[in-house]
């Protein structure tokens, strides 16, 4: 069974939750303060505004359908919250009145119902959301497995990470807040059956708030998650029921849950159909190790699906593998225009929001495996680069990771502060294969990149650094020793040499 409380309580270690308390209040006045305001999204009302517009800005293009539902991730912005902006993005422009969240209980152990909120409404950074609390109490009484549980709002983010996305996309609806912790498809039915009579006739968007995959690795993690977007997509409570206990029973290495909000989807399912709902889509998926600041080793799976009314089959098109690009694909003006844009996208967001972008690698010169540096520049004088020589992931993920490790981890530099972001240009290095030498003389000054290994020490120079510094072959090996923190003539002896070349491009200028 997915979405035990004690597997949700790791994935918020996982995301650095630190458990800050909130002062429990009850009753019909009450405004539920934020409690992961800072750890989960920015804390600053300024940061957090430019963090939800960025990520709407770019989301996945809207389907032209109005959703009657969506299924949206609840992790920390900075992995999940451009699949978030992705599904709200869909419903953008549709004069909402509510905006119904079902959520998933992380914090309250042994509760099996619905808690619905009853209060007045939900504070962020962004302000104080009204919830619609005619709504909520008239659900309370009618829906089966409707109970009031205050002390679930103590901790929960699985509500409140989707308020801030509410606020920026619908500004004048109201909230209906649920958190769903059972998983009992009869029950889950009925409540959602109740929850669209009360919705009917009126402009509602049901928002389903569920992570994927917990903990698997990168490589694992979209097999499984494929698997469950589709189902999802297809509005089948038994199909999706199925397909979760077929992937936990695959054995795929440190998989914990597979849908962390499996009660809450059914429910939206439930209360679609009965509004009409006929068709799925899938509209993105990512798994954190697919972010800028992701691990790939143990990663969560993140997607966004919505359910439209009206003519139209299941399209889970969004999740299908793309083909894996050649080393040499090529890579178009298009291509290095957008790697551009995205380093700088990357740290500019990261100092201003703290969130990144996420990088859409969608055609093959961006797919390919190649290794790459970033270089930052200031008044035509180094501020910081750092490259990523093994190839290993994808080029647009390499260069996201490298725009941000060369601004803010480069030892030579201090962290670029957000004042200097006007006066920086970059510099994208992507190089091909490293092709060992025989003779410090097949060195060919201007066109070759150099990389020196010897003694567990090793250092490299990108093809533009000698002539950029006047340097002969002699005095390129030299000062590659010294980066290398050798000695000076250590090339001459029992050092292993290779070379590289490199496609160079900048802000200012393609070479």
């Known amino acids: 069974m ?3 409380w004690v597997l949700a309580l790791a994935l918020l270690a996982f995301l650095g939750f630190s458990g800050k308390s909130l002062s429990l209040e009850t009753g019909q006045t009450a405004i539920r303060e934020p409690v992961v305001a800072g750890k989960f999204y920015p804390l600053e009302a300024g940061k957090l505004e430019g963090a939800v517009k960025g990520f709407l800005e770019d989301a996945v293009p809207a389907r032209g359908e109005k959703p009657i539902a969506v299924v949206v991730p609840h992790a920390g912005y900075i992995f999940s919250g451009q699949i978030a902006a992705d599904a709200y993005k869909q419903a953008m422009g549709n004069g909402w009145d509510v905006v119904v969240v079902l959520g998933t209980n992380h914090t309250l152990a042994g509760f099996e119902g619905i808690h619905v909120y009853q209060g007045a409404g939900f504070k962020t950074p962004l302000g104080v959301i009204q919830c619609d609390q005619a709504l909520a109490k008239a659900l309370l009484e009618t829906a089966p497995g409707a109970a009031s549980r205050p002390e679930i709002e103590m901790k ?13 996309a619908f500004p ?23 929850l669209a009579k009360l919705l009917a006739g009126r402009k509602a968007l049901i928002v389903a708030s569920s992570d994927l995959s917990h903990y698997p690795s990168r490589e694992d993690a979209p097999a499984v998650d494929r698997k469950t977007l589709r ?41 679609a159909k009965a509004l009409g709902a006929t068709h799925g889509a899938v509209l993105s ?4 190790g697919d972010t800028t600041v992701g691990e790939p080793g143990r990663v969560v799976g993140y997607g966004a699906v919505a359910f439209f009314s009206g003519p139209g089959a299941t399209d889970a098109s969004a999740i299908e593998p793309m083909p894996p690009a050649p080393q040499s694909a090529p890579l178009t003006d298009g291509d290095k225009a957008y790697l551009l844009s995205l380093a700088r996208k990357t740290l500019s967001r990261y100092l201003l929001t703290e969130t990144v972008p996420l ?22 004088e180094l501020r910081g680069c750092i490259g990523r020589m093994v190839a290993d992931e994808p080029l647009a993920l390499t260069i996201s990771r490298m725009a941000l490790e060369a601004g803010l981890n480069d030892p030579r530099f201090a962290p670029v502060k957000s004042s200097e972001l006007p006066l920086l240009k970059a510099e994208i290095s992507v190089l091909t294969p490293f092709a060992p ?9 201007g066109v070759d990149g150099v990389l020196l ?6 250092a490299v120079f990108l093809p533009q650094v000698a002539p950029e510094q006047g340097w002969g072959r002699e005095e390129l090996l030299n000062n590659l020793c010294r980066k290398a923190g050798l000695s000076g003539d250590c090339w001459q002896s029992g050092a292993k040499l290779s070379t590289f070349q490199a496609i160079v491009f900048s802000e200012e200028k393609e070479r």
């Open 2 to 4: 997915c979405c035990k």
């Open 156 to 168: 929960e983010h699985s509500v409140e990470v989707q308020v801030p996305f509410i606020q920026a």
């Open 172 to 194: 004048k609806a109201k909230l209906l807040a649920a958190v769903v912790a059972t998983e009992d498809p009869t029950l889950l039915g009925r409540f959602g059956q109740a």
């Open 231 to 271: 189902a999802i997509a297809s509005m089948d409570p038994a199909s999706l029921t199925a397909t979760v206990a077929s992937s936990m029973e695959s054995r795929t290495p440190n998989l914990g849950t597979c849908a962390c909000g499996e009660g809450a989807i059914i429910a939206a399912m439930a209360a």
């Open 285 to 288: 998926y990512a798994n954190s």
């Open 359 to 380: 990088p859409r690698a969608v055609t093959p010169g961006l797919r390919q495996r190649r290794g790459a540096f970033v270089t930052w520049t200031e008044h035509g």
């Open 437 to 445: 030498i025989a003779s410090p003389s097949q060195i060919r000054i």
């Open 453 to 458: 290994q010897k003694g567990g020490a090793s």
